[in-house]
């Protein structure tokens, strides 16, 4: 069974620092890995999608890898701003079932809740 | 991206009634996820919705509690049944985007039962 872990749970750092959000998995048949983030009370906004073939993606200041025979995907944010502060969801999807070609569900994470103090 | 609406965005209800929550996307979708999101805790998926069938549900949701629609492939509802204070979660509709299977969410109903 896929279990998902993410340390820190939380997280407090002033304005300007890198940060680096960490996730790991317990089954490396992992058919990709999304992070998200989620404002108090709100939706997931989709940050990156990492396929289980890729190393790494951007998007502005942040960067996720995965080290998929690891089992670990980190979340870097550089020159973290209070703007930042959320909290931060990785979720793991498996391969598609093999018979009827279907979705598998996310399984996520606990989540790492991040405060960027000014 | 998709673009996903949710109503309501928030609600209170008294308990044993039943609350409707609507989502729509702004293309058309196979499957729409519906996910329970309870206070301090991470997302569990209640149930996959596809058009023109019934509702794949997830261990520990039945659908006597959380019947759903899916009248077409923009538009998904789901209700909570007899409402408890268990109950009060957020409740989010997710689609998968095409060809990258990234997934998308909506805003999230956030809900109350006193």
């Known amino acids: 069974k896929q279990e998902v872990t993410q340390i820190p749970a939380a997280l407090s750092v002033p304005e300007g620092e890198n940060l680096v959000l960490n996730c790991s998995f317990t089954?490396?048949?992992?058919?990709?890995l999304q992070w998200f983030r989620q404002d108090p009370g709100k939706g997931l906004t989709s940050l990156l999608l990492i396929q289980s073939s890729q190393r790494e993606q951007t998007s502005g200041r942040l960067n996720a890898s995965l080290d998929k025979s690891s089992g670990r995907s980190t979340l870097y944010i550089a020159a973290s701003q209070p703007g930042d502060s959320a909290t931060y969801l990785c979720?793991?999807?498996?391969?598609?079932?093999?018979?009827?070609?279907?979705?598998?569900?996310?399984?996520f994470g606990a989540g790492t809740r991040l405060a960027v103090h000014p | 991206s998709a673009v996903i609406s949710q109503k309501p965005s928030r609600d209170i209800c008294q308990r044993g009634t039943s609350l409707t929550i609507q989502c729509q996307v702004d293309s058309q979708v196979t499957m729409m996820f519906w996910y329970r999101q309870q206070p301090g805790q991470s997302l569990t998926l209640i149930a996959t919705a596809n058009q023109g069938s019934e509702a794949t549900y997830e261990s520990g949701f039945v659908i006597d509690k959380f019947p759903i629609s899916r009248p077409n492939l923009t538009f998904s509802t789901l209700t909570v049944s007899n409402m408890s204070p268990e109950d009060s979660s957020i409740y989010l509709c997710?689609?998968?985007?095409?060809?990258?299977?990234?997934?998308?969410f909506g805003e999230g109903s956030r809900l109350t039962v006193l």
């Open positions: 089954d490396s048949a992992i058919y990709n």
């Open positions: 997710s689609v998968v985007g095409p060809y990258t299977g990234e997934l998308f």
């Open positions: 979720a793991v999807r498996h391969l598609p079932l093999p018979i009827s070609g279907g979705y598998n569900k996310l399984i």
